[in-house]
């Protein structure tokens, strides 16, 4: 159980938050009020409902709030690989991030509906499927609240908030951009970590 999720950033960051800058609202309405989600053409429209419902509960255990307005998108596992190749992403992480348009892509089989792709993501990450979904949103969290296009950061990122903790966003060389963590941790290529 030591391996990390992949996951891809496809566009230019944006401007991150500081810890500081993230505060805690008090209801669940109000952290998901600035929050889209969507779902791919093709997703059943109840199986739709049902998933994003359970995408809003672990949502609302992370401060979302400093996003701003940010979209959630559930794509269809049939459809995940064939966009994640046409992307130039590893098809085999089932999320990704895109900053310039502020989404985070999200597959189905996270959700359990693709029997073979589901078993096939708890063989890869060895993480049951609740674990597999909480690592996918905290990390796409790592990327999206800091800006930070740094594979290694949104990890460590990530794994601060599954521990009930914020970091503050590393700076980096960009002025006036703010990102994970205080390391000069050097990016690796998106979609390509894996690490204990």
């Known amino acids: 159980m030591s391996c990390c999720l992949i996951v891809s950033v496809w ?10 800058e993230i505060a805690r609202p008090e209801t669940e309405s109000a952290i998901l009020s600035s929050q889209e989600f969507q779902c791919h053409p093709g997703y059943p429209l109840a199986q739709c409902q049902k998933d994003i419902r359970e995408l809003k509960k672990v949502l609302a255990h992370y401060p979302i709030e400093g996003l701003g307005h940010w979209t959630w998108v559930l794509v269809r596992s049939q459809d995940w690989k064939p ?3 046409m992307l130039r992403l590893n098809p085999d992480s089932p999320a990704f991030t895109a900053f310039e ?14 029997p073979l792709r589901t078993a096939e993501l708890m063989e890869e990450w060895q993480r049951s499927m609740p674990k597999l979904l909480e690592l996918a949103v905290t990390h796409e969290l ?10 290694t950061a949104a990890d460590h990122f990530g794994e601060e908030l599954r521990k009930g903790r914020l970091m503050r966003c590393r700076i980096s060389m960009e ?9 000069d941790l050097n990016g690796l290529k998106p979609n390509a970590l894996r690490a204990p």
Not at 11 to 20: I, R
Not at 175 to 183: D, Q, Y
């Open 175 to 183: 002025p006036n951009r703010k990102r994970v963590g205080t390391a």
């Open 83 to 85: 966009i994640s190749q």
């Open 101 to 114: 348009p502020r989404e985070t892509f999200l597959e189905e089989a996270l959700f359990f509906h693709d």
């Open 142 to 151: 790592g990327h999206a609240l800091c800006g930070e296009p740094n594979e």
């Open 11 to 20: 566009m230019l960051p944006t401007t991150g938050q500081t810890a500081a």
